[in-house]
């Protein structure tokens, strides 16, 4: 039996057997390591020879156009179509060092070349993520997403073998949302069948095998996640327990217990969870998740069918409603949250709001990224590059796959120096109060991608932990509708505490902390003034409200209070059949307001103050009348009865005319505001939304609504005062390294 091809790596030198150098052992770089990783991987894996691989193999010259690809590791069918390189190559494998993140645009180079060279299989790596293509030779061969992944490549036995090779090809990787949501419902099923657990406690419990899933996943070195391991744990079990302090806890719960302390710092599970399912149960969904990577899975196929499974098994299990997914991009698109400002959702659910905004910005930081990709790499491999020398081409495409290393840090999420990771780390906050609701928003944020950390199970009207007055550029948020807030309910009360707990202002009344309180009892009314009070000067809100809001006189005052802190933006009349779908039944709008800036918010006071002044002069003499004759009854004695009962009569008359002329003062000033302040207020209605009443999808004109409230807005510059920040890539003059600028936009 052959040995194993081993790595060697002494004195900073790796041993590269492939080489064209005498000299074998070159110097160990990352990416260097990396590849004789991979040549090590294919020889004891796969059963390929050295003799049948080459690196570092540039495309053979006369190929215009071509020179700048070049395969870090190519094998063929045989030693003798190597050494004839022949273009009938099996498979080009592309590496990159451990720490950087593949991209699908960095791979031109060894695509480029298997296209080129006809291979049928493309491969790339970077040790901890490998992930197989097959070469798709009808697409242009520059965006690795062009290209159809698979679930293998073949071993060497398995070249000879046409129809191995054809079975391989089709057995393309594509793991699609519908086939993700199926594959949780069928957990849900089983859950169902074997235990009798139902909607949002099978919610729970399958949620917990996923993260137990992830967890052993990301852990390096981890066994495999599937049934006959598990099955194997089982068999071993006693044994284990009797030589550990586990409780006579069976191995799924332990393995349980291992996933906690893992997101212990995310606060998704409590000390006191366990798995509340039988023995049985758990290996069958682990059956079912055992074929699928849930790390490698795209963000958006495991969130979008994870926030659809949670949406239907919640429904009417949590007794609340969600905000349908069209409406939350909808609102997101309109308020154009930018990168560096700071977003929150006070009662955020399951964070859909903020599992938007996140995708959102994270798109925009990709764009942005890819277009400095682009430049640079125009400007090295501009329009004479074919007129070049090889080793001049050689030179260039590294050092533009060296940039496109350095820009994907800023992509990498564990980089805590990257822009992703302060947008997921540093910029999401949410809170609700219901403990179920907050931690299935973590859960569904990290399925999406992450941006977890900022999110609370807290009473959403109270501050916790970065959430506080004057801190936020941007608010989403959908409140509870229809209920009141007691006005005995204490601050201690409201955070679930109880009298041992309790801090100084414990026994301090919630709504006594709002000014709306001694107006409204509403939780909409006073999640309004919460909002705008999170907000800084500037930021933006948007906020779902019933649709009462907007013409019930009762409400007038409230409007009033809102329209003196902040200018109103857009308003939106929803069709009701947009929260039908999700068992809601009050019909709805969508409110967008930005929060007066200092320099606004004195003026409108200074007008508020003038137009006051002027309407009172008005009055002036009738109110002196009528307060004469007030201080006049109030000091006559000596009467009758009945000249008593008409006094007290005609005070209530004086009374009730004060009234109305304070009424009336109050009008007329708000009206003469508006017209000294006077600015256009869009109104629209949306007949439909993308869902009907039933659930099915319809018709959305939301999309073509944002677009042209895009416009509008840009024309009169709504967003007076941008928080976002841009960044400005700069490259050294040798290309090597590439500088990033923070800077203000304009």
């Given at each position: 039996m052959t040995a194993p091809l081993e790595l060697q790596v002494k004195n900073g030198r790796i041993f590269c057997p492939l080489t064209k150098n005498k000299d074998?052992?070159?110097?160990?770089?990352?990416?260097?390591?990396?590849?004789?990783?991979?040549?090590?991987?294919?020889?004891?894996?796969?059963?390929?020879?050295?003799?049948?691989?080459?690196?570092?193999?540039?495309?053979?010259?006369?190929?215009?156009?071509?020179?700048?690809?070049?395969?870090?590791?190519?094998?063929?069918?045989?030693?003798?179509?190597?050494?004839?390189?022949?273009?009938?190559?099996?498979?080009?494998?592309?590496?990159?060092?451990?720490?950087?993140?593949?991209?699908?645009?960095?791979?031109?180079?060894?695509?480029?070349?298997?296209?080129?060279?006809?291979?049928?299989?493309?491969?790339?790596?970077?040790?901890?993520?490998?992930?197989?293509?097959?070469?798709?030779?009808?697409?242009?061969?520059?965006?690795?997403?062009?290209?159809?992944?698979?679930?293998?490549?073949?071993?060497?036995?398995?070249?000879?073998?046409?129809?191995?090779?054809?079975?391989?090809?089709?057995?393309?990787?594509?793991?699609?949302?519908?086939?993700?949501?199926?594959?949780?419902?069928?957990?849900?099923?089983?859950?169902?069948?074997?235990?009798?657990?139902?909607?949002?406690?099978?919610?729970?419990?399958?949620?917990?095998?996923?993260?137990?899933?992830?967890?052993?996943?990301r852990k390096p070195g981890s066994s495999v996640f599937t049934r006959a391991r598990f099955e194997q744990l089982r068999e071993n079990d006693a044994d284990t327990r009797a030589k550990s302090s586990r409780n006579n806890k069976p191995f799924y719960q332990f393995l349980f217990d291992q996933t906690k302390e893992e997101f212990e710092d995310a606060l998704i599970f409590s000390g006191n969870d366990r798995l509340n399912l039988g023995e049985s149960s758990f290996l069958q969904i682990v059956q079912l998740l055992e074929k699928y990577n849930l790390s490698d899975t795209s963000d958006d196929v495991k969130g979008i069918a994870f926030e659809e499974f949670?949406?239907?098994?919640?429904?009417?299990?949590?007794?609340?409603?969600?905000?349908?997914?069209?409406?939350?991009?909808?609102?997101?698109?309109?308020?154009?949250?930018?990168?560096?400002?700071?977003?929150?959702?006070?009662?955020?659910?399951?964070?859909?709001?903020?599992?938007?905004?996140?995708?959102?910005?994270?798109?925009?930081?990709?764009?942005?990224?890819?277009?400095?990709?682009?430049?640079?790499?125009?400007?090295?491999?501009?329009?004479?590059?074919?007129?070049?020398?090889?080793?001049?081409?050689?030179?260039?495409?590294?050092?533009?796959?060296?940039?496109?290393e350095q820009l994907n840090r800023d992509l990498d999420p564990p980089n805590q120096q990257g822009r992703i990771y302060d947008l997921s780390s540093r910029r999401i906050y949410g809170t609700d109060k219901e403990a179920r609701s907050a931690r299935t928003a973590k859960m569904n944020m990290i399925m999406h991608g992450d941006g977890h950390v900022g999110v609370h199970q807290h009473e959403g009207l109270l501050d916790v932990n970065g959430i506080q007055k004057g801190r936020f550029?941007?608010?989403?948020?959908?409140?509870?509708?229809?209920?009141?807030?007691?006005?005995?309910?204490?601050?201690?009360?409201?955070?679930?505490?109880?009298?041992?707990?309790?801090?100084?202002?414990?026994?301090?009344?919630?709504?006594?902390?709002?000014?709306?309180?001694?107006?409204?009892?509403?939780?909409?009314?006073?999640?309004?003034?919460?909002?705008?009070?999170?907000?800084?000067?500037g930021g933006r809100l948007g906020i779902v409200l019933p649709e009462g809001f907007f013409n019930n006189p009762d409400e007038q005052d409230i409007r009033n209070w809102a329209e003196g802190r902040a200018h109103i933006l857009l308003v939106v009349s929803v069709p009701p059949e947009v929260f039908v779908s999700t068992g809601a039944t009050v019909k709805t709008s969508l409110l967008f307001l930005r929060k007066f800036t200092d320099a606004e918010a004195k003026v409108w006071k200074q007008t508020t103050t003038a137009a006051r002044a002027e309407s009172e002069v008005r009055h002036e003499k009738e109110k002196l009348a009528l307060t004469t004759e007030r201080e006049t009854i109030k000091t006559t004695r000596g009467t009758t009865e009945k000249e008593r009962e008409t006094r007290k009569q005609r005070l209530k008359e004086i009374i009730a005319a004060l009234k109305k002329i304070e009424e009336a003062i109050t009008t007329e000033t708000r009206a003469e505001v508006k017209r000294r302040l006077d600015y256009e207020v869009p109104v629209a209605q949306v007949e439909l939304a993308g869902l009907t009443a039933s659930g099915s999808a319809c018709e959305n004109q939301l999309p073509l609504l944002a677009k042209e409230f895009a416009s509008y807005r840009i024309k009169l510059r709504l967003w007076s005062t941008p928080a976002a920040v841009r960044y400005d890539y700069v490259h050294t003059k040798d290309g090597k390294t590439v500088d990033r600028k923070e800077s203000k936009p304009e």
């Open positions: 074998k052992w070159l110097s160990a770089t990352p990416e260097e390591i990396v590849r004789q990783r991979t040549v090590c991987w294919l020889v004891n894996q796969y059963g390929y020879s050295l003799d049948q691989m080459s690196q570092e193999l540039p495309v053979v010259k006369g190929q215009r156009g071509k020179g700048r690809a070049r395969a870090d590791v190519a094998v063929w069918p045989t030693k003798a179509d190597r050494e004839a390189r022949k273009r009938n190559v099996v498979l080009v494998i592309e590496c990159k060092a451990e720490s950087v993140k593949i991209m699908p645009d960095d791979y031109y180079q060894g695509l480029a070349y298997a296209v080129w060279a006809d291979a049928k299989f493309f491969v790339t790596t970077n040790d901890k993520e490998t992930r197989f293509f097959r070469v798709n030779k009808e697409k242009l061969p520059n965006r690795l997403e062009e290209q159809d992944e698979i679930l293998d490549i073949p071993k060497a036995s398995e070249l000879a073998d046409a129809k191995k090779l054809a079975d391989l090809l089709t057995r393309t990787k594509a793991f699609s949302r519908d086939e993700f949501q199926k594959l949780l419902f069928r957990c849900h099923d089983v859950l169902r069948d074997n235990d009798a657990i139902v909607n949002a406690e099978a919610f729970d419990e399958t949620s917990k095998i996923l993260f137990m899933k992830i967890r052993h996943e949670l949406g239907k098994t919640f429904r009417g299990g949590l007794g609340q409603f969600f905000t349908p997914r069209a409406l939350v991009d909808f609102m997101v698109e309109i308020l154009d949250p930018q990168e560096g400002e700071l977003i929150c959702d006070p009662c955020c659910g399951t964070g859909g709001f903020l599992i938007k905004a996140f995708e959102y910005v994270r798109a925009h930081i990709e764009a942005d990224i890819q277009k400095a990709k682009e430049t640079f790499k125009t400007k090295l491999l501009g329009k004479d590059f074919d007129d070049m020398d090889e080793k001049e081409q050689a030179a260039r495409s590294a050092r533009v796959q060296h940039t496109f550029d941007l608010i989403f948020t959908n409140p509870p509708f229809g209920q009141s807030i007691s006005r005995d309910l204490t601050i201690a009360a409201a955070l679930g505490r109880h009298n041992g707990d309790q801090g100084a202002d414990a026994d301090d009344k919630l709504l006594d902390r709002y000014e709306l309180g001694e107006r409204s009892t509403k939780i909409q009314h006073i999640f309004i003034e919460r909002c705008l009070n999170l907000l800084k000067p």
